[in-house]
């Protein structure tokens, strides 16, 4: 047997053990006139072997986890805001109404507090139209989340998307009063009544 | 039906080691089973999950593609790059571009042989965007055993020709079991004698060997000739 070949097979039997397999450490242990020759018999066999057994419990934080991440609006379409933005409210460890009234008095609508509440939880049920909400929104919501406003816009869903499961989406939009309670049914898309201010303005005047 | 009741013989049938699978109602399948799937068949299931909205379950499914192959693109890349490249950021690259392709229609052939060609290609960039020649390197020649070796390298003048000729080759391989594949890899590929396999092989005899090499240079001859290539 000669070397390269000793190196190859043992090469195989350690990567088909599931070790290492570092191929530079099997490179390096030939005789320079034959690393070319390795290299290209291990590169080779690599480029045969069949996808190796994965172990889910190594799933969180692994690099084909980030893979992942980046494939997942190329494959699957935006993960809408009814999933990232109560995410990200976790990760900052923010309650709701906490998070509320700081984006009001960032987007200077403090004395509005309860009707930023019910466009944002409109938000957080992918029911408002993400080309109402108004950049400035979103750059108030990336600075509490330390985001930017591009990322939150390219979650937000439109009306149908792969994997939606869903043939329409009813759309939220009208000007909310002080008094409407969390939850009440939305109306239909363009409702406008006459008390339409700069908080309507910010979250459905796009 | 097959044992999951979805019929055979349906449009968008995919095999599987469990008869056709079409996506009339998506079946989350268990870790072990996604183990058990090809690559395209995999992806094919993917796609069925994303389309019956279940797009946890489709995303699991998505990381055991891609962390089945991670581990051996880094590998390949540290062959091909100086040390002091940014590895893991090519890999990341690399995967990312050719399981992208294979769900928007741009890759050709099958996804392992386009997730090679994808490698093959970022190798040469990275020399190219540092202003540097990639090292030339020999083609090997491949034995296809004693009584028979090729003299010249297939012609293969395009990408596409390049890609066919993997596909096919990996084609070849995926019919024989794991043993069997372990038999070629060393005695065909690797040029070990059939007594030097047996001595590094439990319950393989040199005739194993030889009916095996032999088996795959008639199968690979049969698609080459089929597909019209240049006959080795």
Known sequence: MTSIQQLLAEYISEHRAGGLADPIAFVQRAAPADRDKLTDLIDGYLSRTPRRRSDPAKRAGSPAERIVAELEPIIFGPVGWSVLLPQLRSEAKLKRSDLVARLAAELGVA?????????????EQDRLRPDGVSTRVLEGLGKLFGRSAEELRAAARGPSHPGDGLTETTWFARSVSTSDAVGSPPAAAGDESDDWDEVDELFCGG | MNGSGVCQDLPGAVDSPWGSVVAVSFQPLTDHQLHDLADDQLIAYIRAGRD???????????WFLVDGHEADVRRRLRLRLPKDAPFDDLAHDVLVRAVGSAFDGRSIGQFRAWLNTIVDRAAVDYYRAQGRQPPQTALPSEHLGDDDVWTQEPGVESEAGAVE?????DEVMAEFNDVHRHVLELHVFGGLTAPEVCDRMDGV?????????SRFRKRLKERLDAGGGDTP
């Open chain 2, 165 to 169: 000729l993997r596909l096919v080759k």
């Open chain 1, 111 to 123: 004395d509005r507090t309860e009707k930023v509440a019910v466009y944002y939880h409109e938000m």
């Open chain 2, 52 to 62: 019956a909205g279940e797009r946890e379950v489709a995303k699991r499914a998505l």
């Open chain 2, 205 to 213: 005899s040199e005739a194993n060997v030889a009916q095996i090499a």
